[in-house]
Protein backbone atom coordinates (compact mmCIF):
# COMPACT_ATOMS: atom_id res chain seq x y z
CA UNK A 1 0.00 0.00 0.00
CA UNK A 2 2.53 2.23 0.82
CA UNK A 3 4.87 1.78 -2.56
CA UNK A 4 1.35 2.07 -4.50
CA UNK A 5 0.75 5.38 -2.49
CA UNK A 6 4.17 6.66 -3.24
CA UNK A 7 3.62 6.15 -6.77
CA UNK A 8 0.54 8.04 -7.13
CA UNK A 9 1.54 10.93 -5.14
CA UNK A 10 4.56 11.44 -8.23
CA UNK A 11 2.40 10.80 -10.76
CA UNK A 12 -0.31 13.68 -9.56
CA UNK A 13 3.46 16.08 -8.60
CA UNK A 14 4.15 15.06 -12.52
CA UNK A 15 0.42 15.95 -13.91
CA UNK A 16 0.85 18.82 -11.84
CA UNK A 17 3.96 19.99 -13.48
CA UNK A 18 2.64 19.12 -17.02
CA UNK A 19 -0.45 21.30 -16.02
CA UNK A 20 1.76 24.49 -15.03
CA UNK A 21 4.13 24.41 -18.15
CA UNK A 22 0.49 24.24 -20.38
CA UNK A 23 -0.78 26.98 -18.24
CA UNK A 24 2.83 29.12 -18.91
CA UNK A 25 2.31 28.05 -22.72
CA UNK A 26 -1.12 29.25 -23.09
CA UNK A 27 -0.08 32.22 -21.28
CA UNK A 28 2.89 33.10 -23.54
CA UNK A 29 0.84 32.31 -26.72
CA UNK A 30 -1.68 34.91 -25.43
CA UNK A 31 0.43 37.92 -24.88
CA UNK A 32 2.26 37.31 -27.73
CA UNK A 33 -0.78 37.05 -30.18
CA UNK A 34 -1.87 40.69 -28.13
CA UNK A 35 1.40 41.99 -29.34
CA UNK A 36 0.90 40.68 -32.69
CA UNK A 37 -2.83 42.28 -33.25
CA UNK A 38 -1.69 45.67 -31.47
CA UNK A 39 -2.21 48.12 -33.71
CA UNK A 40 1.19 49.79 -35.53
CA UNK A 41 1.94 52.64 -37.92
CA UNK A 42 2.45 51.15 -41.63
CA UNK A 43 3.35 54.21 -43.59
CA UNK A 44 4.12 57.95 -42.84
CA UNK A 45 2.70 60.80 -45.27
CA UNK A 46 3.61 64.19 -45.48
CA UNK A 47 2.31 67.59 -46.11
CA UNK A 48 4.18 70.69 -46.65
CA UNK A 49 2.79 74.08 -46.45
CA UNK A 50 3.91 78.02 -45.84
CA UNK A 51 2.09 81.20 -45.57
CA UNK A 52 3.96 82.04 -48.73
CA UNK A 53 4.78 80.67 -52.09
CA UNK A 54 6.67 77.19 -52.86
CA UNK A 55 7.20 75.48 -55.66
CA UNK A 56 5.48 72.37 -56.23
CA UNK A 57 8.83 70.12 -57.30
CA UNK A 58 10.42 72.05 -54.10
CA UNK A 59 7.52 71.18 -51.50
CA UNK A 60 7.93 67.49 -53.49
CA UNK A 61 11.74 67.21 -52.12
CA UNK A 62 10.92 68.96 -49.01
CA UNK A 63 8.34 66.38 -48.08
CA UNK A 64 10.20 63.58 -49.29
CA UNK A 65 12.92 64.89 -46.63
CA UNK A 66 10.26 64.90 -43.66
CA UNK A 67 8.85 61.10 -44.87
CA UNK A 68 12.39 60.10 -44.62
CA UNK A 69 12.93 61.47 -40.77
CA UNK A 70 9.25 60.62 -39.97
CA UNK A 71 10.11 56.33 -41.28
CA UNK A 72 13.02 56.58 -39.46
CA UNK A 73 11.62 57.78 -36.51
CA UNK A 74 8.00 56.16 -36.59
CA UNK A 75 7.23 53.59 -38.54
CA UNK A 76 6.43 50.09 -36.69
CA UNK A 77 5.90 51.72 -33.70
CA UNK A 78 2.88 51.16 -31.22
CA UNK A 79 0.09 53.35 -32.31
CA UNK A 80 -0.61 53.79 -28.51
CA UNK A 81 3.07 54.63 -27.53
CA UNK A 82 3.42 57.15 -30.96
CA UNK A 83 -0.28 58.93 -29.19
CA UNK A 84 1.32 58.97 -26.05
CA UNK A 85 4.65 60.69 -26.70
CA UNK A 86 2.78 62.64 -29.45
CA UNK A 87 4.78 66.23 -29.15
CA UNK A 88 7.92 64.63 -28.01
CA UNK A 89 8.35 63.25 -31.80
CA UNK A 90 6.85 65.97 -33.19
CA UNK A 91 9.34 68.60 -31.28
CA UNK A 92 12.25 65.48 -32.62
CA UNK A 93 11.10 66.63 -36.24
CA UNK A 94 10.78 70.17 -36.06
CA UNK A 95 14.28 70.34 -34.74
CA UNK A 96 16.13 67.80 -37.51
CA UNK A 97 14.26 69.29 -40.38
CA UNK A 98 14.54 73.12 -39.26
CA UNK A 99 18.46 72.66 -39.20
CA UNK A 100 18.96 70.91 -42.66
CA UNK A 101 16.23 73.70 -44.08
CA UNK A 102 17.32 76.68 -45.32
CA UNK A 103 15.59 79.81 -46.67
CA UNK A 104 12.12 78.78 -44.40
CA UNK A 105 12.02 78.28 -41.06
CA UNK A 106 9.67 75.68 -39.37
CA UNK A 107 6.27 76.80 -37.81
CA UNK A 108 4.72 73.83 -36.94
CA UNK A 109 4.19 70.05 -37.14
CA UNK A 110 1.52 68.04 -36.70
CA UNK A 111 1.33 64.08 -36.36
CA UNK A 112 -2.06 62.53 -37.42
CA UNK A 113 -1.34 59.38 -35.63
CA UNK A 114 -2.79 55.95 -37.98
CA UNK A 115 -1.50 53.11 -39.68
CA UNK A 116 -0.90 55.27 -42.24
CA UNK A 117 0.27 58.21 -40.18
CA UNK A 118 0.34 61.28 -41.43
CA UNK A 119 2.57 64.48 -40.69
CA UNK A 120 1.87 68.50 -41.28
CA UNK A 121 4.60 70.47 -41.63
CA UNK A 122 3.67 74.21 -41.91
CA UNK A 123 6.88 76.37 -42.92
CA UNK A 124 7.58 80.40 -42.70
CA UNK A 125 9.44 81.55 -45.81
CA UNK A 126 12.38 84.50 -44.98
CA UNK A 127 11.79 87.78 -46.41
CA UNK A 128 14.30 88.46 -49.12
CA UNK A 129 12.31 86.49 -52.26
CA UNK A 130 12.79 86.75 -55.62
CA UNK A 131 10.74 88.81 -57.24
CA UNK A 132 11.78 88.99 -60.74
CA UNK A 133 13.69 86.33 -63.16
CA UNK A 134 15.19 86.54 -66.62
CA UNK A 135 16.16 83.56 -68.54
CA UNK A 136 19.16 84.32 -71.33
CA UNK A 137 19.21 81.48 -73.83
CA UNK A 138 22.54 80.47 -75.81
CA UNK A 139 22.71 78.00 -78.71
CA UNK A 140 26.10 77.43 -78.88
CA UNK A 141 28.03 76.39 -82.48
CA UNK A 142 24.44 76.46 -84.19
CA UNK A 143 24.22 79.01 -87.34
CA UNK A 144 21.33 81.84 -86.86
CA UNK A 145 19.35 79.49 -89.03
CA UNK A 146 18.83 77.05 -86.54
CA UNK A 147 19.61 78.83 -83.01
CA UNK A 148 15.83 80.34 -84.51
CA UNK A 149 14.29 76.79 -85.01
CA UNK A 150 15.33 75.86 -81.45
CA UNK A 151 14.75 79.15 -80.07
CA UNK A 152 11.24 77.98 -80.77
CA UNK A 153 11.31 74.82 -79.51
CA UNK A 154 12.03 75.47 -76.28
CA UNK A 155 10.59 79.14 -75.73
CA UNK A 156 8.31 77.69 -73.14
CA UNK A 157 11.75 77.32 -70.95
CA UNK A 158 11.14 80.67 -69.33
CA UNK A 159 8.52 79.07 -67.94
CA UNK A 160 9.71 76.78 -66.32
CA UNK A 161 11.76 78.81 -64.52
CA UNK A 162 9.51 80.99 -62.96
CA UNK A 163 7.25 78.26 -61.95
CA UNK A 164 10.14 77.31 -59.93
CA UNK A 165 12.15 80.06 -58.79
CA UNK A 166 9.08 82.92 -58.03
CA UNK A 167 8.39 83.99 -54.84
CA UNK A 168 10.96 81.48 -53.53
CA UNK A 169 12.86 82.74 -50.52
CA UNK A 170 16.84 83.92 -52.11
CA UNK A 171 18.24 81.36 -49.53
CA UNK A 172 16.29 78.81 -50.81
CA UNK A 173 17.39 78.34 -54.07
CA UNK A 174 19.50 75.58 -53.32
CA UNK A 175 16.85 73.29 -52.70
CA UNK A 176 15.74 73.74 -56.55
CA UNK A 177 19.19 72.73 -58.37
CA UNK A 178 18.40 68.83 -58.34
CA UNK A 179 14.62 69.88 -59.41
CA UNK A 180 15.68 72.32 -61.66
CA UNK A 181 18.28 70.03 -63.30
CA UNK A 182 15.34 66.57 -63.43
CA UNK A 183 12.89 69.58 -64.92
CA UNK A 184 15.47 70.80 -67.58
CA UNK A 185 16.57 67.16 -68.99
CA UNK A 186 12.61 66.26 -69.09
CA UNK A 187 12.00 69.61 -71.14
CA UNK A 188 14.57 69.09 -73.49
CA UNK A 189 14.08 65.33 -74.13
CA UNK A 190 10.06 66.96 -74.75
CA UNK A 191 10.94 69.24 -76.72
CA UNK A 192 14.07 69.20 -78.36
CA UNK A 193 15.84 65.86 -77.27
CA UNK A 194 18.96 66.35 -80.31
CA UNK A 195 20.18 68.98 -77.79
CA UNK A 196 21.41 68.99 -73.87
CA UNK A 197 20.56 71.99 -71.87
CA UNK A 198 23.30 73.34 -68.63
CA UNK A 199 21.94 76.59 -66.76
CA UNK A 200 23.63 78.51 -63.95
CA UNK A 201 21.62 81.30 -61.87
CA UNK A 202 23.00 84.17 -60.30
CA UNK A 203 20.40 84.37 -57.47
CA UNK A 204 18.96 87.63 -56.17
CA UNK A 205 15.27 89.35 -55.64
CA UNK A 206 16.17 89.70 -59.68
CA UNK A 207 17.45 86.59 -60.73
CA UNK A 208 19.33 85.78 -63.51
CA UNK A 209 19.47 82.51 -65.60
CA UNK A 210 21.80 81.75 -68.09
CA UNK A 211 21.16 78.52 -70.30
CA UNK A 212 24.03 77.20 -72.85
CA UNK A 213 22.35 74.84 -75.02
CA UNK A 214 24.74 72.03 -76.97
CA UNK A 215 24.18 69.52 -79.80
CA UNK A 216 24.03 65.69 -79.23
CA UNK A 217 26.29 63.31 -81.68
CA UNK A 218 25.45 62.12 -84.58
CA UNK A 219 25.70 65.42 -86.60
CA UNK A 220 25.75 66.34 -90.14
CA UNK A 221 29.21 66.43 -91.31
CA UNK A 222 29.41 66.37 -95.10
CA UNK A 223 26.56 67.60 -97.49
CA UNK A 224 25.64 66.21 -101.04
CA UNK A 225 24.13 68.99 -103.55
CA UNK A 226 22.12 68.18 -106.70
CA UNK A 227 20.49 71.33 -108.90
CA UNK A 228 17.96 70.16 -111.44
CA UNK A 229 15.18 71.69 -113.38
CA UNK A 230 13.12 70.04 -116.20
CA UNK A 231 11.77 73.51 -117.06
CA UNK A 232 15.08 74.76 -117.72
CA UNK A 233 18.36 73.97 -118.82
CA UNK A 234 20.38 72.71 -115.99
CA UNK A 235 23.09 74.92 -116.99
CA UNK A 236 21.53 78.10 -116.15
CA UNK A 237 21.23 76.65 -112.48
CA UNK A 238 25.04 76.47 -112.18
CA UNK A 239 25.03 80.23 -111.74
CA UNK A 240 22.96 79.92 -108.19
CA UNK A 241 24.58 77.00 -106.84
CA UNK A 242 27.45 78.68 -104.78
CA UNK A 243 24.43 80.24 -103.15
CA UNK A 244 22.68 77.03 -102.43
CA UNK A 245 25.76 75.48 -101.16
CA UNK A 246 26.39 77.73 -98.92
CA UNK A 247 22.71 77.53 -97.92
CA UNK A 248 23.25 73.75 -97.30
CA UNK A 249 26.26 73.86 -95.80
CA UNK A 250 24.66 75.96 -92.84
CA UNK A 251 23.51 72.29 -91.68
CA UNK A 252 26.62 71.13 -90.67
CA UNK A 253 27.54 70.27 -86.96
CA UNK A 254 24.06 70.36 -86.74
CA UNK A 255 22.49 67.02 -85.04
CA UNK A 256 20.87 64.43 -87.76
CA UNK A 257 17.61 63.57 -85.58
CA UNK A 258 17.03 67.89 -85.46
CA UNK A 259 16.81 68.06 -89.63
CA UNK A 260 15.31 64.90 -89.62
CA UNK A 261 12.35 66.58 -87.07
CA UNK A 262 12.35 69.65 -88.85
CA UNK A 263 13.00 68.28 -92.43
CA UNK A 264 9.87 70.26 -93.93
CA UNK A 265 11.45 73.68 -92.79
CA UNK A 266 14.91 73.28 -93.76
CA UNK A 267 13.51 72.21 -97.12
CA UNK A 268 11.52 75.49 -97.31
CA UNK A 269 14.07 77.69 -96.34
CA UNK A 270 16.70 76.22 -98.67
CA UNK A 271 14.32 76.85 -101.59
CA UNK A 272 13.53 80.15 -100.86
CA UNK A 273 17.27 80.89 -101.43
CA UNK A 274 16.05 80.33 -105.16
CA UNK A 275 12.59 81.24 -105.03
CA UNK A 276 13.36 84.86 -103.59
CA UNK A 277 15.61 86.17 -106.20
CA UNK A 278 14.13 88.52 -108.65
CA UNK A 279 15.53 86.37 -111.91
CA UNK A 280 13.22 83.68 -110.47
CA UNK A 281 10.31 85.48 -109.98
CA UNK A 282 10.34 87.30 -113.24
CA UNK A 283 10.18 83.73 -114.57
CA UNK A 284 7.96 81.95 -112.59
CA UNK A 285 10.24 79.57 -110.85
CA UNK A 286 9.39 77.55 -108.19
CA UNK A 287 11.90 75.45 -106.26
CA UNK A 288 11.31 72.04 -104.21
CA UNK A 289 14.08 71.16 -102.46
CA UNK A 290 14.31 67.28 -100.94
CA UNK A 291 16.48 66.04 -98.00
CA UNK A 292 17.90 63.28 -96.74
CA UNK A 293 19.38 63.76 -93.43
CA UNK A 294 22.45 61.54 -92.44
CA UNK A 295 26.04 62.47 -91.57
CA UNK A 296 26.75 62.76 -95.28
CA UNK A 297 23.40 64.32 -96.18
CA UNK A 298 21.95 64.72 -99.50
CA UNK A 299 20.03 67.49 -101.42
CA UNK A 300 18.16 67.51 -103.78
CA UNK A 301 16.89 70.96 -105.68
CA UNK A 302 14.78 71.23 -108.51
CA UNK A 303 13.68 74.25 -109.84
CA UNK A 304 10.66 74.62 -112.26
CA UNK A 305 9.19 77.48 -113.94
CA UNK A 306 5.37 77.82 -113.91
CA UNK A 307 5.35 80.05 -117.23
CA UNK A 308 7.91 79.30 -119.22
CA UNK A 309 9.83 76.01 -120.84
CA UNK A 310 13.46 76.07 -122.33
CA UNK A 311 15.40 72.86 -123.05
CA UNK A 312 18.08 71.86 -125.02
CA UNK A 313 18.50 68.43 -126.54
CA UNK A 314 20.25 66.25 -128.45
CA UNK A 315 19.20 63.21 -130.68
CA UNK A 316 21.33 60.23 -131.76
CA UNK A 317 19.74 57.30 -133.46
CA UNK A 318 20.79 53.95 -133.69
CA UNK A 319 19.00 51.29 -136.20
CA UNK A 320 17.16 53.75 -138.54
CA UNK A 321 18.80 54.09 -142.01
CA UNK A 322 17.41 56.91 -143.90
CA UNK A 323 17.29 57.32 -147.66
CA UNK A 324 20.51 58.82 -147.90
CA UNK A 325 22.09 55.39 -146.29
CA UNK A 326 23.24 57.09 -142.93
CA UNK A 327 22.88 54.61 -140.21
CA UNK A 328 20.94 57.68 -138.06
CA UNK A 329 20.80 60.95 -137.49
CA UNK A 330 22.33 63.53 -134.92
CA UNK A 331 19.86 66.53 -134.28
CA UNK A 332 20.74 69.28 -131.48
CA UNK A 333 17.46 70.77 -130.56
CA UNK A 334 16.42 74.22 -129.05
CA UNK A 335 12.96 74.22 -127.05
CA UNK A 336 11.30 77.70 -125.81
CA UNK A 337 7.67 77.18 -124.72
CA UNK A 338 5.45 80.00 -123.32
CA UNK A 339 2.86 79.01 -121.01
CA UNK A 340 -0.61 81.26 -121.28
CA UNK A 341 -2.98 79.27 -119.14
CA UNK A 342 -2.51 75.93 -116.68
CA UNK A 343 -3.64 74.25 -120.21
CA UNK A 344 -2.72 76.02 -123.06
CA UNK A 345 0.83 77.68 -124.64
CA UNK A 346 2.61 78.36 -127.81
CA UNK A 347 6.15 77.24 -128.29
CA UNK A 348 9.04 76.74 -130.85
CA UNK A 349 11.53 74.22 -131.94
CA UNK A 350 15.17 74.85 -133.73
CA UNK A 351 16.67 71.47 -135.18
CA UNK A 352 20.05 71.83 -136.00
CA UNK A 353 21.65 68.86 -138.30
CA UNK A 354 25.53 68.76 -138.22
CA UNK A 355 25.74 66.12 -140.99
CA UNK A 356 24.49 68.68 -143.52
CA UNK A 357 24.66 71.96 -141.85
CA UNK A 358 20.65 71.68 -141.93
CA UNK A 359 17.98 74.36 -139.67
CA UNK A 360 14.35 73.51 -138.59
CA UNK A 361 12.11 76.02 -137.58
CA UNK A 362 9.01 75.31 -136.13
CA UNK A 363 6.10 76.97 -134.27
CA UNK A 364 3.13 75.87 -133.11
CA UNK A 365 0.68 75.46 -129.91
CA UNK A 366 -0.19 72.60 -127.27
CA UNK A 367 -3.27 72.05 -124.88
CA UNK A 368 -3.62 69.64 -121.58
CA UNK A 369 -6.70 67.34 -122.85
CA UNK A 370 -6.38 65.54 -119.82
CA UNK A 371 -4.28 64.89 -117.18
CA UNK A 372 -1.13 63.60 -118.14
CA UNK A 373 -2.21 63.96 -121.76
CA UNK A 374 -1.10 67.05 -124.05
CA UNK A 375 -1.60 67.61 -128.09
CA UNK A 376 0.19 69.85 -130.23
CA UNK A 377 -0.12 71.22 -133.46
CA UNK A 378 3.17 72.95 -135.03
CA UNK A 379 3.86 74.37 -138.77
CA UNK A 380 7.32 74.13 -140.39
CA UNK A 381 8.51 77.24 -141.64
CA UNK A 382 11.64 75.75 -143.63
CA UNK A 383 9.18 73.39 -145.68
CA UNK A 384 5.70 74.50 -144.73
CA UNK A 385 4.01 71.82 -143.42
CA UNK A 386 2.14 70.96 -141.02
CA UNK A 387 2.78 68.22 -137.88
CA UNK A 388 0.55 67.16 -134.96
CA UNK A 389 0.99 65.15 -132.07
CA UNK A 390 0.19 63.52 -128.32
CA UNK A 391 2.34 62.54 -125.12
CA UNK A 392 0.89 60.62 -122.58
CA UNK A 393 3.56 60.91 -119.53
CA UNK A 394 1.88 57.65 -118.16
CA UNK A 395 4.72 57.11 -115.61
CA UNK A 396 6.82 59.14 -113.50
CA UNK A 397 10.18 57.90 -116.23
CA UNK A 398 8.19 56.43 -118.68
CA UNK A 399 6.15 58.82 -122.02
CA UNK A 400 4.00 57.67 -124.96
CA UNK A 401 4.36 59.56 -127.83
CA UNK A 402 2.82 60.05 -131.47
CA UNK A 403 3.41 62.54 -134.45
CA UNK A 404 2.39 62.91 -137.59
CA UNK A 405 3.83 64.60 -140.33
CA UNK A 406 2.31 65.32 -143.26
CA UNK A 407 4.79 66.17 -145.76
CA UNK A 408 5.50 62.51 -145.95
CA UNK A 409 2.28 61.43 -144.48
CA UNK A 410 4.64 59.80 -141.76
CA UNK A 411 3.21 58.54 -138.34
CA UNK A 412 5.54 57.85 -135.67
CA UNK A 413 5.13 56.08 -132.74
CA UNK A 414 8.10 56.38 -129.92
CA UNK A 415 8.43 54.80 -125.84
CA UNK A 416 10.62 56.69 -123.73
CA UNK A 417 12.01 56.06 -120.82
CA UNK A 418 13.95 58.67 -118.64
CA UNK A 419 17.28 57.17 -117.36
CA UNK A 420 17.55 59.97 -115.15
CA UNK A 421 18.37 63.88 -115.17
CA UNK A 422 20.48 63.64 -117.87
CA UNK A 423 20.02 60.75 -120.51
CA UNK A 424 16.62 59.46 -122.01
CA UNK A 425 16.14 56.55 -124.41
CA UNK A 426 13.02 55.92 -126.96
CA UNK A 427 11.86 52.63 -128.90
CA UNK A 428 10.82 54.39 -132.33
CA UNK A 429 8.54 53.13 -135.29
CA UNK A 430 7.17 54.32 -138.08
CA UNK A 431 5.76 53.54 -141.15
CA UNK A 432 8.98 51.85 -142.93
CA UNK A 433 11.49 51.08 -139.46
CA UNK A 434 12.00 50.68 -136.13
CA UNK A 435 14.97 51.66 -134.24
CA UNK A 436 16.43 53.33 -131.17
CA UNK A 437 17.04 57.04 -130.11
CA UNK A 438 19.38 58.67 -127.38
CA UNK A 439 18.34 61.93 -125.88
CA UNK A 440 20.70 63.85 -123.58
CA UNK A 441 19.27 66.76 -122.16
CA UNK A 442 21.44 70.15 -121.53
Known amino acids: MKGLVFVNVNLIKRSLKILMLAMAFMAGISFYSGIAYAQSVDKVTVTVSSDGHIPHGVCQRMEKSVQAIGAQLLEGKPLENVQSQRNHYEDIIQQVFDKVLVGYTVKSVNIQPGEELNISVRLLGWNDKIDAITVEKRVVGMPEVVEKILLDDISDMDQLFADTLQGLPVAA ?30 VGENTKVIVDVYPLLPVVRTIDLSMRSDTLPNAALLTERQNMQDGADMFVGVPVAFVKRHKDTIEELLAKRIDDLEVAKFWGIHTKVDIKPAERMEVMSRSDSRNVYVRFEGWGELGHRKDSGDNGEIMLRGIFAKQFTSRDGAFALVDFYPKNTRWDFDLGLYRELLPKVKANVRYSLRDSYWKGGVEYNFAKRLTFRYEYRAQDRISEFALRYKLHDFLALEAVMDNDDKWLRFIGYF
Open 173 to 202: VDWTNGVMKHRVKDFMNERSPEFRADFDVE
